[in-house]
Protein backbone atom coordinates (compact mmCIF):
# COMPACT_ATOMS: atom_id res chain seq x y z
CA UNK A 1 0.00 0.00 0.00
CA UNK A 2 1.17 3.54 -0.74
CA UNK A 3 2.83 5.02 2.35
CA UNK A 4 1.57 8.84 1.76
CA UNK A 5 -2.27 7.07 1.31
CA UNK A 6 -1.52 4.96 4.40
CA UNK A 7 -0.26 8.30 6.52
CA UNK A 8 -3.41 9.86 5.46
CA UNK A 9 -5.68 7.76 5.92
CA UNK A 10 -4.50 6.97 9.89
CA UNK A 11 -4.59 10.80 10.07
CA UNK A 12 -8.49 10.97 8.97
CA UNK A 13 -9.18 8.07 11.38
CA UNK A 14 -7.70 10.22 14.36
CA UNK A 15 -9.78 13.04 12.84
CA UNK A 16 -13.03 11.30 12.52
CA UNK A 17 -12.47 9.49 16.36
CA UNK A 18 -11.49 12.68 17.80
CA UNK A 19 -14.53 14.52 16.34
CA UNK A 20 -17.15 12.14 16.70
CA UNK A 21 -15.95 11.43 20.65
CA UNK A 22 -15.56 15.23 20.67
CA UNK A 23 -19.87 15.60 20.08
CA UNK A 24 -20.94 12.72 22.55
CA UNK A 25 -18.98 14.28 24.96
CA UNK A 26 -20.38 17.35 25.01
CA UNK A 27 -23.82 15.80 24.93
CA UNK A 28 -23.30 14.07 27.96
CA UNK A 29 -21.30 16.68 29.84
CA UNK A 30 -24.34 19.08 29.15
CA UNK A 31 -26.63 16.68 30.40
CA UNK A 32 -24.49 16.45 33.57
CA UNK A 33 -24.73 20.12 34.04
CA UNK A 34 -28.33 19.71 33.55
CA UNK A 35 -28.69 17.15 36.04
CA UNK A 36 -26.79 18.74 38.77
CA UNK A 37 -28.60 21.85 38.48
CA UNK A 38 -25.03 23.90 36.82
CA UNK A 39 -24.98 27.03 34.63
CA UNK A 40 -24.46 26.28 31.15
CA UNK A 41 -22.46 29.51 30.68
CA UNK A 42 -19.96 27.98 33.24
CA UNK A 43 -20.22 24.59 31.72
CA UNK A 44 -19.53 26.25 28.06
CA UNK A 45 -16.55 28.25 29.93
CA UNK A 46 -14.78 25.44 32.12
CA UNK A 47 -16.12 22.08 31.71
CA UNK A 48 -17.07 21.55 28.11
CA UNK A 49 -13.75 23.79 27.47
CA UNK A 50 -11.43 21.81 29.24
CA UNK A 51 -12.90 18.29 27.68
CA UNK A 52 -13.12 19.58 24.35
CA UNK A 53 -9.19 19.95 24.63
CA UNK A 54 -8.40 16.91 26.33
CA UNK A 55 -6.69 15.73 22.55
CA UNK A 56 -4.15 18.73 22.89
CA UNK A 57 -3.47 17.62 26.38
CA UNK A 58 -3.10 13.92 25.50
CA UNK A 59 -1.21 14.81 22.33
CA UNK A 60 1.30 17.32 23.65
CA UNK A 61 2.23 14.53 26.66
CA UNK A 62 2.26 11.61 24.00
CA UNK A 63 4.47 14.12 21.80
CA UNK A 64 6.92 14.95 24.18
CA UNK A 65 7.19 11.87 26.37
CA UNK A 66 6.90 8.82 24.09
CA UNK A 67 7.34 10.59 20.49
CA UNK A 68 10.15 12.98 21.54
CA UNK A 69 8.68 16.04 19.54
CA UNK A 70 8.28 19.21 21.58
CA UNK A 71 7.44 21.05 18.03
CA UNK A 72 4.32 19.14 17.55
CA UNK A 73 3.48 20.15 21.22
CA UNK A 74 3.88 23.29 21.35
CA UNK A 75 2.59 23.69 17.54
CA UNK A 76 -0.24 21.73 18.72
CA UNK A 77 -1.32 23.91 21.41
CA UNK A 78 -0.55 27.48 20.00
CA UNK A 79 -2.15 26.12 16.41
CA UNK A 80 -5.52 24.97 18.08
CA UNK A 81 -5.46 28.56 19.97
CA UNK A 82 -5.51 30.24 16.23
CA UNK A 83 -8.02 27.88 14.99
CA UNK A 84 -10.21 28.03 17.79
CA UNK A 85 -10.53 31.64 17.41
CA UNK A 86 -10.85 31.53 13.48
CA UNK A 87 -14.10 29.41 14.37
CA UNK A 88 -15.78 32.00 15.58
CA UNK A 89 -15.45 33.37 12.34
CA UNK A 90 -17.81 30.39 10.64
CA UNK A 91 -19.80 30.92 13.93
CA UNK A 92 -20.09 34.56 12.49
CA UNK A 93 -21.24 33.67 9.17
CA UNK A 94 -23.36 30.35 10.27
CA UNK A 95 -25.48 32.93 12.28
CA UNK A 96 -27.68 34.45 10.39
CA UNK A 97 -29.97 36.33 13.02
CA UNK A 98 -27.49 39.46 12.86
CA UNK A 99 -24.17 39.55 14.25
CA UNK A 100 -22.67 36.71 16.55
CA UNK A 101 -20.74 39.70 18.90
CA UNK A 102 -23.83 42.04 18.93
CA UNK A 103 -25.67 38.98 20.45
CA UNK A 104 -22.92 37.37 23.01
CA UNK A 105 -23.03 38.26 26.79
CA UNK A 106 -20.29 41.10 27.64
CA UNK A 107 -18.61 39.15 29.72
CA UNK A 108 -17.12 36.77 27.05
CA UNK A 109 -14.66 40.28 27.10
CA UNK A 110 -12.95 39.24 30.11
CA UNK A 111 -11.56 35.95 29.05
CA UNK A 112 -10.74 37.07 25.44
CA UNK A 113 -8.51 39.29 27.19
CA UNK A 114 -6.75 37.17 29.80
CA UNK A 115 -6.60 34.96 27.02
CA UNK A 116 -4.40 38.18 25.45
CA UNK A 117 -2.11 38.69 28.25
CA UNK A 118 -1.37 34.71 28.37
CA UNK A 119 -0.76 33.91 24.66
CA UNK A 120 1.73 37.20 24.75
CA UNK A 121 3.48 35.41 27.96
CA UNK A 122 4.00 32.20 25.85
CA UNK A 123 5.41 34.14 23.13
CA UNK A 124 8.12 36.03 25.04
CA UNK A 125 8.43 32.67 26.84
CA UNK A 126 9.76 31.35 23.54
CA UNK A 127 11.76 34.50 22.26
CA UNK A 128 13.49 34.40 25.00
CA UNK A 129 14.37 31.03 25.99
CA UNK A 130 15.97 30.88 22.50
CA UNK A 131 18.09 33.54 23.57
CA UNK A 132 18.91 31.54 26.49
CA UNK A 133 18.13 34.45 29.08
CA UNK A 134 14.69 32.96 30.73
CA UNK A 135 16.01 31.06 33.79
CA UNK A 136 14.67 27.63 34.63
CA UNK A 137 14.06 25.32 37.99
CA UNK A 138 15.84 22.22 37.32
CA UNK A 139 14.23 21.28 34.08
CA UNK A 140 11.18 23.53 34.21
CA UNK A 141 11.24 27.04 32.40
CA UNK A 142 10.64 30.08 35.05
CA UNK A 143 7.95 31.18 32.61
CA UNK A 144 6.01 28.27 32.93
CA UNK A 145 5.15 28.88 36.75
CA UNK A 146 4.04 32.90 35.32
CA UNK A 147 1.75 31.39 32.93
CA UNK A 148 0.65 29.34 35.71
CA UNK A 149 0.11 31.85 38.11
CA UNK A 150 -1.79 34.03 35.26
CA UNK A 151 -4.15 30.80 34.35
CA UNK A 152 -4.82 30.81 38.24
CA UNK A 153 -5.62 34.28 38.37
CA UNK A 154 -7.63 33.96 35.29
CA UNK A 155 -9.75 31.43 36.36
CA UNK A 156 -10.40 33.09 39.96
CA UNK A 157 -12.02 36.34 38.38
CA UNK A 158 -13.57 33.84 35.72
CA UNK A 159 -15.32 32.56 38.52
CA UNK A 160 -16.30 35.24 40.12
CA UNK A 161 -17.82 37.22 37.39
CA UNK A 162 -20.14 34.28 36.76
CA UNK A 163 -20.88 34.34 40.39
CA UNK A 164 -22.03 37.65 40.13
CA UNK A 165 -24.25 37.11 36.39
CA UNK A 166 -27.86 35.92 37.43
CA UNK A 167 -28.49 32.71 35.83
CA UNK A 168 -31.60 30.24 36.55
CA UNK A 169 -30.43 26.76 36.89
CA UNK A 170 -31.44 23.77 34.70
CA UNK A 171 -33.73 21.41 36.48
CA UNK A 172 -32.83 17.62 35.41
CA UNK A 173 -32.18 16.33 31.83
CA UNK A 174 -35.66 13.77 30.79
CA UNK A 175 -33.49 11.86 28.17
CA UNK A 176 -31.07 10.18 30.30
CA UNK A 177 -30.02 9.42 33.76
CA UNK A 178 -26.91 10.76 35.61
CA UNK A 179 -25.64 7.56 35.49
CA UNK A 180 -25.84 7.12 32.00
CA UNK A 181 -24.54 10.48 31.12
CA UNK A 182 -21.10 9.72 33.66
CA UNK A 183 -20.67 6.36 31.71
CA UNK A 184 -21.19 7.87 28.17
CA UNK A 185 -18.64 10.89 29.20
CA UNK A 186 -16.06 8.56 29.95
CA UNK A 187 -16.26 6.21 27.38
CA UNK A 188 -16.68 9.19 25.15
CA UNK A 189 -12.83 10.72 26.80
CA UNK A 190 -11.15 7.43 26.44
CA UNK A 191 -11.58 7.79 22.64
CA UNK A 192 -10.14 11.23 22.90
CA UNK A 193 -7.55 9.80 24.83
CA UNK A 194 -6.68 6.52 22.63
CA UNK A 195 -6.73 8.82 19.43
CA UNK A 196 -4.61 11.66 21.11
CA UNK A 197 -1.68 9.31 22.06
CA UNK A 198 -1.79 8.21 18.56
CA UNK A 199 -2.18 11.40 17.09
CA UNK A 200 2.12 12.43 17.42
CA UNK A 201 2.99 9.26 15.73
CA UNK A 202 1.28 10.13 12.58
CA UNK A 203 2.07 13.38 12.91
CA UNK A 204 5.85 12.83 13.38
CA UNK A 205 5.40 9.81 10.36
CA UNK A 206 3.60 12.50 8.31
CA UNK A 207 6.36 15.40 8.63
CA UNK A 208 8.82 12.81 7.42
CA UNK A 209 6.81 11.67 4.44
CA UNK A 210 6.04 14.91 3.12
CA UNK A 211 9.17 16.41 4.02
CA UNK A 212 7.80 19.06 6.46
CA UNK A 213 8.89 20.16 9.47
CA UNK A 214 7.21 19.02 12.86
CA UNK A 215 6.80 22.74 13.84
CA UNK A 216 4.71 23.24 10.51
CA UNK A 217 2.69 20.07 11.12
CA UNK A 218 1.89 20.70 14.59
CA UNK A 219 0.98 23.98 13.76
CA UNK A 220 -1.53 23.26 11.00
CA UNK A 221 -2.44 19.86 11.07
CA UNK A 222 -2.37 18.24 13.97
CA UNK A 223 -3.84 21.41 15.52
CA UNK A 224 -6.94 20.99 13.28
CA UNK A 225 -7.06 17.37 14.48
CA UNK A 226 -7.61 18.26 18.41
CA UNK A 227 -9.70 21.32 17.56
CA UNK A 228 -12.49 18.87 16.15
CA UNK A 229 -14.34 18.88 19.13
CA UNK A 230 -14.54 22.35 19.79
CA UNK A 231 -15.52 22.83 16.27
CA UNK A 232 -18.17 20.59 17.07
CA UNK A 233 -19.41 21.48 20.18
CA UNK A 234 -19.59 25.39 18.91
CA UNK A 235 -21.93 23.76 15.75
CA UNK A 236 -24.02 21.94 17.85
CA UNK A 237 -24.02 25.12 20.53
CA UNK A 238 -25.11 27.23 17.15
CA UNK A 239 -27.45 24.97 16.23
CA UNK A 240 -29.47 25.26 19.72
CA UNK A 241 -29.09 29.15 19.51
CA UNK A 242 -26.47 28.93 22.54
CA UNK A 243 -24.06 31.64 21.51
CA UNK A 244 -22.70 32.61 25.39
CA UNK A 245 -21.76 28.37 25.17
CA UNK A 246 -20.30 28.46 22.30
CA UNK A 247 -18.11 31.75 22.45
CA UNK A 248 -17.57 30.34 26.18
CA UNK A 249 -16.00 27.12 24.95
CA UNK A 250 -13.64 28.39 22.10
CA UNK A 251 -12.14 31.37 24.36
CA UNK A 252 -11.90 28.85 27.79
CA UNK A 253 -10.43 26.18 25.51
CA UNK A 254 -7.51 28.92 24.32
CA UNK A 255 -7.02 29.38 28.35
CA UNK A 256 -6.61 25.72 29.07
CA UNK A 257 -4.34 25.39 26.03
CA UNK A 258 -2.07 27.94 27.73
CA UNK A 259 -1.88 25.67 30.70
CA UNK A 260 -1.32 22.21 28.79
CA UNK A 261 1.87 24.15 28.12
CA UNK A 262 2.88 24.26 31.08
CA UNK A 263 2.24 20.88 31.94
CA UNK A 264 3.99 19.77 28.61
CA UNK A 265 6.90 21.89 29.71
CA UNK A 266 6.68 19.39 33.48
CA UNK A 267 6.69 16.48 31.23
CA UNK A 268 9.96 17.70 29.10
CA UNK A 269 12.80 16.55 31.13
CA UNK A 270 15.68 17.29 28.28
CA UNK A 271 15.35 21.22 29.95
CA UNK A 272 12.88 24.00 28.88
CA UNK A 273 10.35 23.23 25.91
CA UNK A 274 10.24 26.95 25.01
CA UNK A 275 14.09 26.68 24.55
CA UNK A 276 13.79 23.17 22.27
CA UNK A 277 11.21 24.39 19.42
CA UNK A 278 11.38 26.59 16.79
CA UNK A 279 11.58 30.40 17.35
CA UNK A 280 8.53 30.54 14.38
CA UNK A 281 5.64 29.48 17.09
CA UNK A 282 6.49 32.53 19.05
CA UNK A 283 4.35 34.06 15.40
CA UNK A 284 1.79 31.59 16.45
CA UNK A 285 1.30 33.04 19.97
CA UNK A 286 1.38 36.88 18.86
CA UNK A 287 -0.95 35.85 15.99
CA UNK A 288 -2.97 34.07 18.34
CA UNK A 289 -3.37 37.13 20.94
CA UNK A 290 -3.86 39.70 18.10
CA UNK A 291 -7.41 37.80 16.99
CA UNK A 292 -8.37 37.85 20.90
CA UNK A 293 -7.55 41.38 20.83
CA UNK A 294 -10.22 41.65 17.54
CA UNK A 295 -12.62 39.69 19.09
CA UNK A 296 -12.46 42.51 22.38
CA UNK A 297 -13.26 44.78 20.03
CA UNK A 298 -15.60 43.22 18.32
CA UNK A 299 -17.56 42.06 21.61
CA UNK A 300 -17.58 45.86 22.85
CA UNK A 301 -18.16 47.83 20.06
CA UNK A 302 -20.72 44.99 19.01
CA UNK A 303 -20.75 45.86 15.01
CA UNK A 304 -24.30 45.31 13.18
CA UNK A 305 -23.42 45.56 9.84
CA UNK A 306 -22.05 42.45 7.71
CA UNK A 307 -19.18 42.72 4.71
CA UNK A 308 -21.43 41.69 1.22
CA UNK A 309 -23.94 40.07 3.94
CA UNK A 310 -21.26 37.20 4.95
CA UNK A 311 -20.11 38.30 8.33
CA UNK A 312 -18.88 41.36 10.16
CA UNK A 313 -15.41 43.19 10.14
CA UNK A 314 -13.75 41.44 13.03
CA UNK A 315 -14.91 37.99 11.52
CA UNK A 316 -13.24 38.94 8.51
CA UNK A 317 -10.28 40.07 10.40
CA UNK A 318 -9.93 36.67 11.85
CA UNK A 319 -9.81 34.88 8.82
CA UNK A 320 -7.02 37.21 7.53
CA UNK A 321 -5.12 36.54 10.67
CA UNK A 322 -5.41 33.07 10.41
CA UNK A 323 -4.23 32.78 6.61
CA UNK A 324 -1.40 34.80 7.11
CA UNK A 325 -0.40 33.01 10.38
CA UNK A 326 -0.66 29.90 8.26
CA UNK A 327 1.53 31.77 5.48
CA UNK A 328 4.15 31.92 7.82
CA UNK A 329 4.57 28.84 9.02
CA UNK A 330 4.35 27.22 5.23
CA UNK A 331 7.41 29.86 4.77
CA UNK A 332 9.34 27.61 7.26
CA UNK A 333 8.40 24.38 6.11
CA UNK A 334 11.32 22.82 5.97
Same mark, same amino acid.
Given at each position: ?????????????????????????????? %?? %??????????????? =????????????? &?????????????????????? &? *????????????????????????????????????????????????????? =???????????????????????????????????????????? %??? @??????????? %???????????????? @????????????????????????????????? !????? *??? #????????????? !?????? #?????????????????????? @??????????????????????? =???????????????????
Amino acid at each position: MNPTFLIWTQFGLCVSAIGLAGFRLVRYGD %AI %AALTGVSRNWIGMIL =IATVTSLPELVTG &FSAVMLVGAPDIAVGDVLGSCV &F *NLAILALVDLLHRDGSVYSRAGSAHVLSAAFGVVLLCAVGLAVLLSRQGTMPA =IGHVSASSLVLLVLYLVAMRTIYRLEQRETTVPVQGHPAMTFRH %ALT @GYAVAAAVIIA %AGIWLPFVGVDLARTM @GWSNSFVGTLFIAFATSVPELATTLGALRIGAI !DMALG *NLL #GSNLFDVLILVLD !DLAYLP #GSIYRNVAQVHAATAITAAMMS @GAVIVALVYRPTARVLRSMSWAS =ISLVVLYMINAAVQFRHVQ
